[in-house]
Each structure stands twice: as structure tokens, then as C-alpha cells.
């Protein structure tokens, strides 16, 4: 019996068979360009590797999940689950959102596959939040029930932007002017970190040059560049905050994960800053964050782990 699962982004789809939970074997990259359909990727991948007659499947894609026709956001793809189902001739095909499936990685993660920033040890079989900085700012929690871990998906990344210093109450009016309501997205992802650059620009009535995130974060982390250090520490401190509301929200004893592609290339600036003591700055509930563990997860293929693990607990 084979089982597929896949990750489908705008640009790559990535596909490997499973046996279990974190348990993948022959992982292959696809560009989604180069194909009409996941059904038509996944023929090719069956075709190459010769992994021979495949029951189901699990999809973990980029894309809202309503109804049996997917629209992709990112991407021109557009197709019937049933019809893709009925195409590659499986028992079972399984659409899940590709952050619901990162979430449901995250309660089987292995040591190795993820750093914890403070906290006490996770405390077992309680709610877990995880969230994600990368184009945007996604948002989940997972409990378990019944044996079983369940992702609650939400759209958490669009909640309103809180400041908590008189710098981020200047920045929140000089992005409000930008685009009327903040989101937390709105400072913690990747245009983000471009969006504070340039408000603390306005704010400290210092020039800004035109710099990708990635060059804002190398050269805030090397200390080449005032304004881009304070802007890495205001990205650092707002996503402290906004992991600490996630670890209130439903008491996440589990931990909270940070997922996505941006913090993992500097955990070791994320150690050393204000992140921790934003992240337990709750008042009255500071003594239970404090004892919160968060986890950033290092692993490079959760939404295939997370979609094994939606095919293994069924």
C-alpha cells in the first residue's frame, strides 16, 4: 500500500510517500508551472520513482479549502477534488490548507527537528499554538481529543496590531496612514520587516535605502545599519507579543511554535533579543507564560509531515 502526501505552493510542489507519522520517504521538488494539475505532478512523480499502485493521498496547498473545486490563490491552478481523485484512481484524497498541516506537524517534531527559545519543558497532551512569518503571518492552534491531535485554523495573522511602546504607538500611526486597519501581518512577515524599516525611517526622520527584508535582517544581525538593528528588534519584540497572546488565547501548556521561512535563518539574533520577555509580558498571566516553552522548528518539509500525520490519524 503506497501513501502520497504533498505540499503545493505557488511555485513548487513537493511530494514524497509516507508510512507514519514523520515517516517520508523519496522526497521530490516540482515546479508547478511545469504541469497542468497536482493530479498531472503526481502521475509524473508515480512515473519516475515507480512507487507502484497508490491507495490515497493527503494535499497540503496554499489555497482556501471550500468545496470540492480549488481555486489556488498564487497560482493558476484550478481543479475538482473528486475529478483529481477519480483521475489518479485512489481510494481517498484528502485537501487540507498547507498551514493546517504545519500545525499538525508540530506535536510530533523530534528534538532535532526543532530549538527551544525559554520556557519549562511542554507539558503533554495540552493545546499547542504555532504561527508562521513568511509572505504573510498565519495562525493556528492544535488540541488533542480522542487520541488524536485536531488543528484549529483561523486567520489570526489579521488581528490588530497592539503596540506596546511609545516607538511601535509611532510606527502603528505612520503604517495606519498606509493602509487604514494594521494587522500583526502587517509587521511580522517578510514585507513586514520592510514596512517597519520604513515607518521607523519616517518616524526617526532618517534616510531609508531600498532593501529586501533579507538584506534589512543581514545587516541589522553584522550591525551595519542602525535603523535596520531597530528594525529587527521592533520585528523581534512585536512577534514576542503576538506569540504570548497565541499562548493565552487557549493556554497553550504544549508550547508555541514558530514556523515559516524567516525566523529559522536567525535564531541565534531571536535568543538574544527582547523576543523572550515580550513573549511573557502578559500582566496578570506573565507567571504562566513564563513557563511556556516556544519552539522554533527547524524542520524543512513540515506541511509533508503535517499531511502524514493527517493520513496516519484517520
Known sequence: MTRL?????????????????????????YQVTDYASPAATIKAYIE????????????????????DVITMT????QFSIEKSRCELGLSALHMINDFTAIALSVPFLQESQKVQIGGQAAVANKPIAVFGAGTGLGAAHVIPHAGKWIALAGEGGHVSFAPNSELERKVLAVLAEQFGHVSAERL???????????????????????????????????????????????????????????AVNLLTEGG???????????????????????????????????????????????????AAAYLAQL
Open 48 to 67: 519516475e520513482t515507480g512507487c507502484g499502485k497508490v491507495t490515497d493521498a493527503c494535499l497540503a496547498i496554499a489555497s482556501p479549502i471550500k468545496g
Open 188 to 246: 511580522i512577515s517578510g514585507q513586514g520587516i520592510k514596512n517597519i524599516y520604513h515607518a521607523l525611517a519616517k518616524v526617526l526622520a532618517l534616510p531609508a535605502e531600498d532593501l529586501t527584508p533579507a538584506e534589512i535582517s543581514a545587516k541589522a544581525i553584522a550591525k551595519e545599519c542602525a535603523l535596520c538593528q531597530q528594525t529587527l528588534a521592533m520585528f523581534a519584540e512585536t512577534m514576542g507579543s503576538f506569540g504570548g497572546n497565541l
Open 5 to 29: 502526501v504533498a505540499d503545493i505552493g505557488g511555485t513548487n510542489m513537493r511530494i514524497a510517500q509516507t508510512t507514519g507519522i514523520n515517516q517520508l520517504t523519496d522526497i521530490r521538488k
Open 74 to 77: 498564487n497560482h493558476s491552478w
Open 256 to 306: 508555541v511554535y514558530i514556523a515559516g521561512g524567516i525566523v529559522p535563518r536567525f535564531i541565534d539574533y531571536i535568543k538574544t533579543s527582547q523576543f523572550r520577555q515580550r513573549f511573557e509580558s502578559k500582566g496578570r498571566l506573565a507567571s504562566f507564560n513564563k513557563n511556556v516553552p516556544v519552539f522554533i522548528v527547524t524542520e524543512e518539509q513540515p506541511g509533508l509531515l503535517g
